[in-house]
């Protein structure tokens, strides 16, 4: 059964593109989306016609100032009470005091009193605002940001549903429920939102509150308290935030929407706002007999319940114009306020603004829109008609705006790709917006090579095909990297490489222009590129033979292999001899292939190949992870110029050559350099084997790159997203708490370092002591929030006293009690410069001998090194200097190995 | 001879490795080779090629260009230190007071450091950031 239900989520949840797991967790936040949404299309309409048909038309624009008062203190309130609410807690009671106050709204109707209907258009108006953005700021506070990337759209697809269904059910029902009952079916669909909430995932930040509960009576300090509610209550947001690849277009950006922007914003709504006051007003002036045959119950009064019915009614015409022009204008304007919201601004910043803008903004501009039209119609008794003209004038003020705010915007974004501030890795412009393609487009045709590549880099993240043409046209580019660059782009899609681009970039200078050239249309059209790459292969020229290769690579290996028989490659390999290029090119393509022939060939090749045909050749075996070349791999992990390359290939071997590389690891002979890189090869494979590989190591074997080893683990937990066993990390924590204990005796009980050696071990300790502190927080980083905790670090090293104390109670906040007692003594006794920490209490060694004992056994072999040579120099530690001397040396000189010269 | 820990000892008073961890400075020390100047004997020309760093052990070299005296280095001071990081030809030429020791590290030693050692361009990149800062900061408030 519970397969069965996992089949069922995996299939639905590739539909739609997400795992079974999240479909799962985002079902019920869809399910509720949809259900605010559809109760949101059956109150409206219910409040329209209802206040339409019992207070009047004439009283519309005081209701919408009314609106806006209420509206936007209520909205300001709200945002800044909510901070102080637990997520899941907060969404849950404000809806299920919505969905009863909506109960007591349709009692209060049956009083049929002109008050009543005021303060229910008012309060449908709240719930449109507040329901929307309840459910929203749930699925923030559930979803990481990567998970938000995908699953928000379907919760948008959910509200969609929603509103069709909203829509669909009051024009089928009204008539028969009537408009007063439409209101009890809202509170019935909020109860429902409330129900599936039960079932969605729990906001993160409450379940970090509850760890912090069976802490908070450890609690010292009160400004400890403060950074810890600042902490969980930003911590969402700064999550979005940092390393923000767009983080410093910040300031020009923000400049000018803060100029334009809001004022931009309000010009909009206003428009917008006016314009739908006079179609309202319009709907409402038809002739007083199609309304009256509208029936007797408000709900039919809705333009959106009868229209049909209205169609060809003597008035509707005069109704329908100004309707229909607001629904289109208001769109329009809609979508261009809504553009702002995709600026490249921060995330932070955006979210900070987006409920001001959604709320106050346009409730404001809503009663500012009521207050023109009353001031123009009663006040100076202007005709509807002028209204109109007025309210295109305020569009045009708007569309000058705009045009502006977009200048500012361009050039902000064009300084950006200048000075290559935007973080391709995190691009979260909609690269396919109409509106940034235009943006890019002036930067392909920068003099300067350097922008025109970072353009290329970032039109490589658009998904459709609008910029082929822009690409194409750099083909013919005077550098040859933009060359290379526009054609790997244009290259996923050969169709567009047509004449003349392909003749002439198959005789371009460049080979490896050649060379892609010949790959691309070797997937259009295999035949040609057979004929011609075997003419090729025969051509003096070197870059020919370069791109003839790169073709017959494109082509299915059996083809290939036929094509390049024992007689050809004897001859290329003739001919690498004296060429780099078409050695490094027939390196890559045997190294690829990875058949038994080619292998045998490529020893030969390697084994007096220059650095260019080497490199080539590992690009092959990281495409192959043949293991006939593995020992060669690891050759090469001792050759300084090819040593990221070999071990980039090693570790896309993965799970299978852990086991080598943990014999580099522990082969001495082989210099620290190429032992540090298979640690990075290990931690790059991600594998749970080269974790568990890793984790083993950190502490035990031989010394010296722990440091190393946590970066492993550090980088398997950020770009990899790995877990780590609880208790092995913790144990690493324990580790490193006792050494910043000891460290802590071995300065206080020994005399001030009084020359050179001793200076230089007490250097050498204190230096281990903040890289103890550090590798703590790194390991706490492995099984809490990693960004939380770096925080927290930062706080600790560089914060005054007060930081510092509340960072450490973040951290003693989110470790369970046992591990508090004795990591928080650990860190307090850790140096800090200015700061007059408590003593060190516990079992540890006290006299100075037996301390300088510990250290002269350390497992980290610089620092037993010290501790050796300033043993002597310590009263009561006892050493002979000349035997220390020579022990530290030993030491040192085994450490470094390789390294001396 | 002397043992890494004493260069090591000696090479944390360079300026530029002021920030580098003492253990990286074990890497630096590692390819710091001894030499041995006699008095008067010509360390480089002016205009000489820069290839390598000095740090004094013990006795004085004078930095001078043609007879003009610039500077004298002593003991735990380095001279030709910009050396290490580009090729420019000498600005001053160097010549040993009296009988002089000192460490030399090679410029092409010291890139490989750099290349295997990411930890020591670090110390070395913070040194130099400081040092600019504080030029910074001398340009601001003259």
Known sequence: ?????????????????????ELRRALPIVLAHAGILAAIYVLKPARNALFLDQVGVAKLPFVLVLVAVVGGLTALAYSRQSTRWRTDRLVQA??????????????????????????????????????????????????????ARRVFGLIATGGIFGAILGGLFTGAFAGLLGARNLVVVAAALVAGVVFCLGFAPPPIASARKRALRGSRGRTRARAAVDFVGRERGVDRLRRGVRGHPLQRLRRPVLRGCRRQGGLLRLVL?????????????????????????????????????????????????????PKAADGSFRHSIHKSATELLFLPIPERTKRRNKLFIDTTVDTTATGLGALVVLFFTEGLRWSYTILAWLTLAFALGGIFLA??????????????????????????????????RDLLRPVLRSDQPRQVLYALDLMAGASSRGFD?????????????????????????????????????????????????????????????????????????ERAVVGALAGLLALPKSTREDLLDDERLDRLEARSRASDAIGASLAYHLASDASPRSLARIS??????????????????????????????????????????????????????????????????????ARKAAIRALADSESSEAQRSLLARLDHGAGGFDPEILEGLNRMRRRHGMAFPAVEVTNAMSHRARELRVIRATRKSLPPPSCDTTLLFDR?????????????????????????????????RRGDRVTRAAALEYVVNVVDVVTAQWLLPALEAAPARGLDVDDVSGSLPSGPRELMDIWVRARDPWLRACALAAAPRIPASGGDPSTSAALAEASVREWLGEELR | ????????????????????????????????????????????????????MYLVLEGRVRLHRGEQTVTEAGPKEAFGTWALFDDEPRVAAATAVERTEALRVARSDFLDVLADNVRVTEGILKAMVRRLRALGRVVRNP
């Open chain 1, 1 to 21: 059964m519970r397969s069965g239900e996992s089949e069922w989520a995996s299939r639905a949840g590739r539909l739609v593109g997400l795992e079974a797991s």
């Open chain 1, 94 to 147: 404000s809806l299920l005091l919505m969905a009863s106050s909506l109960v007591g709204c349709r009692l209060l109707l049956g009083l049929d009193s002109e008050w009543v209907y005021f303060a229910f258009f008012v309060w449908v108006q709240l719930f449109g605002l507040l329901s929307t953005s309840l459910v929203w700021l749930w699925a923030n506070a559930a979803f990481d940001a990567r998970e």
């Open chain 1, 269 to 321: 709504r206003v428009g917008q706002r006016l314009l739908a006051a006079v179609s309202d007003l319009g709907h409402a002036l038809a002739p007083p007999a199609d309304r009256r045959r509208r029936g007797s119950d408000g709900a039919a009064d809705d333009p959106r319940l009868r229209l049909r019915p209205l169609l060809g009614v003597g008035g509707l015409p005069f109704a329908a114009t």
């Open chain 1, 403 to 436: 045009r502006r705010l977009r200048a500012a915007y361009v050039d902000a974004f064009r300084r950006a790709i200048e000075s290559r501030r935007i973080d391709l890795t995190k691009l979260t412009v909609g690269l396919d917006e109409a509106s940034v």
């Open chain 1, 469 to 541: 043409d822009d690409v194409r046209s750099l083909l013919g580019h005077p550098a040859a990297s933009i060359r290379r660059r526009a054609l790997e782009l244009l290259g996923t899609d050969p169709k567009s490489l047509t004449e003349p681009w392909r003749s002439t970039l198959l005789a371009d200078e460049d080979p490896d222009v050649r060379a892609l050239m010949m790959t691309a249309w070797a997937r259009l059209d295999p035949d040609a590129v057979i004929e011609r790459s075997l003419e090729d292969l025969e051509s003096e020229d």
């Open chain 1, 604 to 673: 030969r090749i390697l084994g007096s190949c220059s650095g260019e045909v080497a490199i080539a050749a590992i690009r092959g075996a990281a495409e192959s992870r043949a293991p006939e070349l593995l020992d060669w791999l690891v050759s090469c992990l001792s050759k300084r110029g090819l040593r990221t390359g070999a071990r980039r290939a090693l570790a896309r071997y993965g799970a299978p050559v852990v086991g080598l590389l943990d014999a580099i690891i522990d082969d001495g002979t082989k210099p620290i350099a």
């Open chain 1, 764 to 796: 050498a300790l204190e230096e281990k002591s903040y890289r103890s502190q550090d590798e703590i927080f790194v390991l706490l980083g492995l099984i809490h929030d990693p960004k939380a905790i770096e925080d927290a670090q930062v706080h600790f």
């Open chain 2, 1 to 52: 001879m002397r043992t890494i820990i004493e260069k090591v000892i000696f090479l944390q008073n360079v300026d530029v490795f002021s920030h580098v961890l003492t253990e990286q400075l074990a890497y630096v020390a590692a390819i710091a080779e001894e030499v041995v100047w006699d008095r008067d004997q010509k360390i480089y020309a002016e205009d000489d090629p820069s290839d390598a």
